[in-house]
């Protein structure tokens, strides 16, 4: 077998150098168009997108990788990815400089390449492997993160480390399986079609052979969060409405103070940038199922039925962690969830949750493999751990197991003309 | 810990005999309504829909269950079963009423009870798991099938078993995990939105516990077929055009000659309805992905670009195997999977295919564990093992391995007021 890589040729008079970094750092923008469109045409309607999009996100904190603020979609693959043996630090390099090129034409609804699924030679296997083909870009985002274990000795990356980026602490009730946790590098490709997740996630890792392998995936739907103010909240596989309180992606200022790194706290590489941290939560479900009404409130705070806090109001009423019923007691538990997560029990810190839910079907017990899989953005990674940390009592917890675990630092959006980490490789 | 049960109330004024039957009799129109209807409108109109929809279908070969010749829905939940020790055939009776009912509300985009997921005592576990609270039906199928193994001599239904329905004989290359297959009893939960298929399968296995648990499941995502004729076709992780020659929902004499059991042929209580086949299908996705582009449309006797038969004409040509090219060898290759799977090769037999591309994370050495679930009815087993024996040349076989497996008989939908099952069960 040899080693295939995407063909990397100018398209129609767009070259590759325009193409990269526009989408990148598109965020929250319609950047995507329809699959059917044409490169030039597509490319050409992405440039111009992009530029209004980069000049609306380009504040004073840097131009943030799309998937961070983008209003949450329907569908989530989310891989970690592990540099193979005897790589070197052009072999990274390369490799973020062709997942740069191939994500910014996913991202626009392209085949990763000129040639794509069936425009090669017929002697040749396909750039891509087609099984987006016609589907509309579904608003794929594409966010790259790199892993403590990246900043070993093997890249000479040292250096660069920020002080904050290695393996969470272990926390009360982790349960951690290692082949789910951790890896050099992460990709989250999220879209409105499961299809094209699958196919961004799918063809990534297929750029990276000889230089990089998934080290494991995850697949998720249904949001779990809600990340603008038109979205509904969803439910969680509790039953229960989450993400109420979620910094929202218009509040320039939540963000500013909680998700982006700003340039006087990290390496210079990192700023505009955040750290990402994954979570996978397995729920008890079948227990979970079989609990009161009553007790399923008091563990979250919040009742079921319209989410509202417990100390009253609707959903989107403050808790009042002081108010008490008729015998004394707080109308919100000490142990919620709601009370333990909320900012002010913990210095006021609040992070931008982008969560799904999964179903990986069945355990040996009959049981739905079935839980959260958390995502956060946040400004450090102490921030994460001072919350996680704060749950240690969280009713919830007789319900959870954190089956899995990761931290990656996820740089800014590239410059125009260069690839993702241009920053911190000097490329 | 002890069994909670659905309410079975009255509800609203429209009781559950009248609910019942009439969504399971549903196939193939818009009975479902908005989970926010609420129930005694929800309940009327699905009841004056139902009825038309019973009238449609209504034709001589019997009364069919949704989820057949339904338009496929962009999710799946499947899930097998087995009746749990010691249980009886009024177990199995009052399982398959209770279950009626909550699929009968779900399909109407209700919860599984009156007092569903809120509206019940604080005092009691919900009745219904409420992740699905707020979403509509989105389509929601759900379709009830009989393994082989419920007419063993637990049941009393050794005599009534159908002379067809027995495991299915090993095919060449099967490499079959029994925790992936067969099962007493399997749900088909379709609709087209992950959350709430999962929903019903996780009300339904709840509704189920002391009498069936859930042996294996499966999630699926992207139908693989094309089932109507203003669908377009879609792809499957092959990246090639899935499902062109199916047969269509409107093509009332292709489903009767070719997936339903006519009154002539079954036992009575089947009549009407089908046998469904699932088969977990793992597809080499790397190996495939370094393959040629010409040796990937020899496999296949189709092109990837428009899945049209490499014998010429467009996707919906009618392939010619005796077409060659200018050294005079076949177009369409004789090991190809169109030519060996088309009825001209195999007696004229056609089956429907309701199948769905699944992606399961990762295996340990970091490959996509990912595939094909395939799902097809037809109006007897035999037809499903002469296609698949015919298949064993196949050349796509080299990238494919089948790892689950399973029968089951459809029973008809229920009359108005009655069961699923009543025929065979005589309840």
Redesign the interface.
């Known amino acids: 077998?040899t080693e295939?890589q995407p063909e990397k040729d100018v398209d129609g008079g767009v070259s590759r150098r325009d193409l990269i970094g526009l989408a990148l750092g598109a965020s929250a923008t319609s950047l995507v168009v329809g699959a059917g469109a044409g490169l030039v045409g597509g490319a050409a309607y992405g440039q111009t997108q992009a530029r209004q999009a980069m000049d609306a996100v380009a504040s004073a904190s840097g131009i943030h990788q799309p998937g961070i603020t983008t209003p949450v979609q329907e569908?989530l693959?989310f891989?970690a990815y592990d540099m193979m043996a005897r790589t070197t630090r052009e072999d990274l390099a390369s490799l973020l400089s062709d997942w740069t090129y191939a994500a910014t034409r996913m991202m626009q609804g392209l085949e990763v390449s000129a040639t794509g699924?069936?425009g090669?030679?017929?002697?040749?296997?396909?750039d891509?492997?087609?099984?987006?083909?016609?589907l509309p870009a579904s608003n794929l985002t594409i966010t790259f993160g790199f892993g403590p274990s990246l900043f070993d000795d093997r890249f000479g990356l040292a250096a660069q480390r920020p002080a904050g980026l290695e393996r969470l602490p272990a926390f009360l009730g982790d349960d951690l399986d290692p082949?789910r946790s951790d890896g050099d590098l992460c990709i989250q490709a999220c879209a409105d079609?499961?299809?094209v997740a699958?196919h961004a996630i799918?063809n990534l890792?297929?750029i990276a052979f000889g230089r990089a392998?998934?080290?494991?995936?995850?697949?998720g739907?249904?949001r779990t969060s809600k990340t603008t103010a038109d979205q509904?909240t969803p439910?969680?596989?509790?039953?229960?409405k989450d993400g109420t309180a979620n910094i929202l992606a218009d509040d320039a200022a939540a963000l500013d103070e909680n998700v982006w790194v700003p340039a006087s706290e990290g390496p210079a590489w990192l700023a505009g940038g955040s750290y990402l941290v994954a979570r996978r939560i397995a729920m008890l479900?079948?227990t979970w199922?079989?609990?009161?009404?009553?007790e399923?409130?008091r563990v979250v705070g919040r009742?079921?039925?319209q989410g509202a806090p417990l100390s009253g109001g609707d959903e989107f009423a403050a808790p009042d962690f002081t108010a008490t019923d008729a015998t004394g007691k707080p109308r919100i538990d000490a142990r919620s969830h709601v009370r333990l997560a909320h900012p002010d029990m913990n210095n006021g810190i609040r992070i931008l949750r982008r969560g799904y839910?999964f179903?990986?079907?069945?355990t040996?017990l009959?049981?739905?493999n079935?839980g959260l899989f958390f995502l956060s953005f946040q400004r450090s990674p102490d921030r994460f751990v001072t919350l996680q940390k704060s749950l240690a009592n969280d009713a919830m917890g007789e319900y959870l197991k954190h089956v899995g675990s990761g931290l990656w630092a996820v740089p800014p959006a590239p410059q125009a003309g260069a690839s993702i980490g241009a920053g911190l490789l000097g490329a």
């Open positions: 077998m295939e569908h693959h891989a699924a069936v090669g030679s017929p002697e040749a296997p396909p891509d492997t087609g099984e987006a083909l016609g082949e079609d499961p299809q699958v799918r890792s297929r392998s998934i080290r494991w995936s995850q697949l739907f249904g509904s439910r969680n596989l509790f039953g229960f479900i079948e199922d079989r609990t009161r009404l009553a399923q409130d009742d079921k039925a839910n179903v990986d079907g069945t040996d009959g049981r739905l079935a």
